[in-house]
C-alpha cells in the first residue's frame, strides 16, 4: 500500500468517525451505533469509499479489543475477581453451555452434521465485549446488577474461546488440513507458531509457561522497569512501554495459540495493585478508544449487502433467530440467578447479539475444513449484521421496555472496590504532601496520592503508604483517579510551574472540586490564586514562623508574646497576600509600594502589641481576642 493510498484511507475513517459520531450521541444512538452506520455508509454497497481492504482493517482494530481487556484487567484487583469466580463460572459456563447446545440442535435439525452444528453452535454463543462494555460504560450501567453479570459472562466467553479454538480441529475429517490445504496451528499472519508440531504435553507445557511469565513477569519484572522509565519524566517513553507491554503480550499470546485478549487481561489483572495502574490506563485508553472505533466501522463496513439482497430471507431469519434464542436462554437464566426484571431484560438484550470472537472462529473453521464457504459466509453476514442491531437492542430497552417494567438499578457490593476513589486527592507526596496525607490518612480520611517521582514512589509503597505513579498535570489521570467525585485536590508537587498546571487542569476540567495549593513565593501564591485555587499554602511559612517564634523565646520574651507575634504575624501575611494580588496588574510601583505600606502596617501592629500593658496573660493565648481585634473569622490555619 502506498503512502497516498495509506493516508486517503485514514483520511475516510477518521472522517467518518467524526461527522457520524456527534450526530449518533446527538440523536441518542450512543456512539457505538455511529461508528457502525458510519462504516455502513463508507462500505463497499453504500458510498464505495472503502472494498476488499476492510478485512486488513478488520484485524488492525481487532486490537482494540485487546487494548480494552488490558484495561478492564488494571481495574479488577486479584482479589475482587476471586470473589466474582461463581457469576464467572457459574453464570457464565451456563449460558455458553445451553446457547452452545441450542444452536447444535437447531443446525442438526436443519441438516447439518453434528461437527458443522458444533461449530456453529460454539460460534453463535458467543457475544459482543467490545459493543456491550462500550454501550454499558457509555449509559453509566457497568456497577448495575446487569452490567457486572454481563461483564462476567463476556470475561467466561473470552476464556472459553481457547477451548473451542482447540476443539475446532479435532471436528474436521482431516484435522489440520484447511481449504487451503495449510497445516497446522497458524497466526493471524500465516506464519507457523511455536506450538505447531508438538505433542500435547508440550502445548501444555508451552501455554502454562507463558501464562507464568505473564504473572511473574508483571509481578516481580515490570515495577522496576516502569520505576527506571518514570526516572526520565518523559511521557511519551513511558506511554510506548505500556504499547509495548500489551503488544508483546498479545503476540505471545498468539504463539502459543492462546487469545491475545485473554492474555492482557491477565497482565491488567497482574498490575491492577501496582502504583502505576493509573498511568498505565490514561496512556493507553487513547489507542484503545480509537482502535476500538476503528473495529466498529470495520464491522459496518463488512456487511455483505450485496449477500443480504440476493439471499434476504436467510439472512434476515439466521439473525432474527440468533437474537431470539440467545435472549430467550440469557433472560431464563437471569430469573434462574435472582436478577430484577429490569435488570433481566438489560442482560439480555445486552449479550443476544454475535461477538467479535465469531470472524475468528468462522475463519479458523474455514481453514480447518469443518465448515465450508457456502456457510461461512451467510454466517459472517448475520454475526455482522447482528452487531449492528446491538446498541438498537439496548437503545430499545432503554426507550420502550425499561419505562413499562420500571427499574431497580441497585450497585453491586463488589463494584464499589472497583475503582479507588476517595475524597482527596493529593498530587505529589513529598515532605509537604506526605505530612498532609499521613496526618489525613490518620483521621480516618482516604486519599488518593499521586506522584512522577518513580524512586520516592517505590520508597513509600515499601513503607505501606499507598501512592500511584502518574502524572497530575493530566486531566484524564486526575479523573481516572476520582476527580470527579472527589471533594479536595491537594496539591503538593515540586516546582512552581507544574504546581500551577495542576491547578489550570484541575479548575478547567473538574470545577466543582476544592484546590488546596502549595506555593513557593509571592508572586507563585499570586498565580495560583489567579488559576483558581481557593486555598494557597505559601511553602516554609509556618516553619519560619516556629523558628522566628523560638526565637523570641530565647530571647526572654514570655511564651505567650512570641505565640501572640506568631498569630498576629500569619494573619496580616495572609490577609496582605490577598490584598497585593488586587495590586498585580497596576503595575510594578504600585505594587511595591502596596507591599511597602502593608510591611510597615505589620511592624505597628506587632510594636503596638508589645506595648500593650493591658494585654493579660491569658488573652495573649485566646485566639479569639485576635478575632475581635481584625473583626473576622479565625486566623488562617487556626482549628478552632
Do not use: C
Request: charged residues 20%.
Amino acid at each position: 500500500m502506498s503512502l497516498e493510498s495509506f493516508l486517503a484511507d485514514a483520511f475516510v475513517y477518521l472522517a467518518a468517525a467524526v461527522v457520524s459520531v456527534p450526530v449518533a450521541k446527538r440523536l441518542g444512538l450512543g456512539s457505538v451505533l455511529g461508528y457502525l452506520l458510519a462504516g455502513v455508509a463508507i462500505g463497499p454497497f453504500v458510498l464505495g469509499l472503502v472494498g476488499a481492504e476492510g478485512q486488513d482493517v478488520m484485524h488492525f482494530a481487532e486490537f482494540g479489543v485487546v487494548m480494552m481487556l488490558f484495561l478492564i484487567g488494571l481495574e479488577l484487583q486479584p482479589a475482587l475477581l476471586w470473589r466474582l469466580r461463581a457469576p464467572i463460572l457459574g453464570l457464565g459456563g451456563l449460558q455458553v453451555t445451553l446457547s452452545t447446545l441450542a444452536f447444535t440442535g437447531i443446525g442438526m435439525g436443519l441438516g447439518f452434521s453434528w461437527q458443522e452444528a458444533l461449530a456453529i453452535g460454539m460460534t453463535l454463543a458467543l457475544s459482543s465485549t467490545a459493543i456491550v462494555l462500550q454501550t454499558l460504560a457509555e449509559k453509566g450501567l457497568m456497577k448495575t446488577e446487569a452490567g457486572q453479570r454481563s461483564f462476567s459472562v463476556l470475561l467466561f466467553q473470552d476464556i472459553a474461546v481457547i477451548p473451542m479454538l482447540a476443539v475446532l480441529p479435532l471436528l474436521a475429517g482431516h484435522a489440520g488440513v484447511g481449504e487451503a490445504g495449510g497445516h497446522g496451528i497458524e497466526s493471524g499472519h500465516g506464519t507457523t507458531t511455536w506450538i505447531a508440531g508438538l505433542p500435547p504435553w508440550g502445548v501444555a507445557l508451552a501455554v502454562l509457561g507463558a501464562v507464568t511469565a505473564i504473572v511473574l513477569g508483571g509481578r516481580y519484572l515490570l515495577r522496576p522497569v516502569f520505576r527506571v522509565l518514570g526516572r526520565t519524566r518523559m511521557r511519551e517513553v513511558f506511554t510506548a512501554a505500556g504499547l509495548l507491554l500489551v503488544i508483546g503480550i498479545a503476540l505471545l499470546m498468539m504463539q502459543v495459540g492462546l487469545s491475545p485478549a485473554l492474555g492482557t487481561f491477565l497482565a491488567g489483572v497482574v498490575l491492577a495493585n501496582s502504583e502505576y495502574r493509573h498511568e498505565l490506563e490514561s496512556d493507553i485508553e487513547p489507542f484503545k478508544g480509537l482502535l476500538l472505533g476503528l473495529f466498529f466501522i470495520a464491522v459496518g463496513a463488512s456487511i455483505d449487502f450485496g449477500l443480504i439482497a440476493s439471499e434476504p430471507q436467510l439472512i434476515v431469519g439466521l439473525t432474527v433467530g440468533l437474537l431470539v434464542v440467545k435472549f430467550a436462554i440469557l433472560f431464563l437464566l437471569s430469573r434462574m440467578f435472582r436478577m430484577g426484571t429490569d435488570q433481566g431484560f438489560l442482560f439480555a438484550f445486552g449479550l443476544a447479539e454475535a461477538g467479535e470472537f465469531a470472524f475468528v472462529l468462522l475463519s479458523f473453521a474455514l481453514q480447518e475444513g469443518v465448515l465450508n464457504r457456502g456457510t461461512v459466509d451467510p454466517l459472517v453476514a448475520s454475526v455482522a449484521l447482528s452487531m449492528t442491531l446491538a446498541p438498537l437492542l439496548l437503545l430499545f430497552n432503554d426507550r420502550i421496555v425499561r419505562p413499562l417494567v420500571g427499574t431497580r438499578v441497585e450497585e453491586t457490593g463488589e463494584a464499589d472496590e472497583i475503582h479507588d476513589e476517595n475524597p482527596v486527592l493529593i498530587a505529589g507526596f513529598g515532605s509537604f504532601g506526605s505530612t498532609v496525607g499521613r496526618l489525613l490518612n490518620a483521621r480516618g480520611v482516604g486519599t488518593t496520592v499521586l506522584d512522577v517521582d518513580s524512586d520516592r514512589v517505590e520508597l513509600l509503597r515499601n513503607l505501606g503508604l499507598k501512592v500511584y505513579y502518574g502524572d497530575a498535570t493530566r486531566h484524564d489521570l486526575l479523573e481516572t483517579a476520582g476527580a470527579a467525585n472527589a471533594r479536595l485536590l491537594v496539591v503538593a508537587v515540586d516546582s512552581p510551574e507544574r504546581t500551577l498546571r495542576v491547578v489550570e487542569t484541575a479548575r478547567k476540567n473538574f470545577p466543582g472540586l476544592t484546590i488546596l495549593a502549595r506555593a513557593f513565593d509571592w508572586d507563585d501564591a499570586h498565580d495560583l490564586m489567579e488559576a483558581g485555587a481557593e486555598h494557597v499554602y505559601r511553602d516554609t511559612l509556618d516553619t519560619a514562623l516556629r523558628t522566628g517564634t523560638d526565637a523570641l523565646q530565647l530571647l526572654e520574651y514570655r511564651s505567650y508574646e512570641a505565640f501572640r507575634a506568631s498569630r498576629t504575624f500569619l494573619h496580616h501575611e495572609e490577609e496582605s497576600l490577598r490584598m497585593l494580588a488586587e495590586h498585580r496588574k497596576e503595575g510594578r510601583s504600585v505594587f511595591l509600594s502596596a507591599a511597602r505600606q502593608r510591611i510597615r502596617d505589620l511592624e505597628d501592629i506587632l510594636r503596638a502589641d508589645l506595648e500593650h500593658e493591658e494585654l493579660e496573660r491569658d488573652a495573649g493565648w485566646d485566639p479569639d481576642s485576635l478575632r475581635e481585634e481584625y473583626g473576622e473569622g479565625p486566623p488562617p490555619g487556626d482549628p478552632s
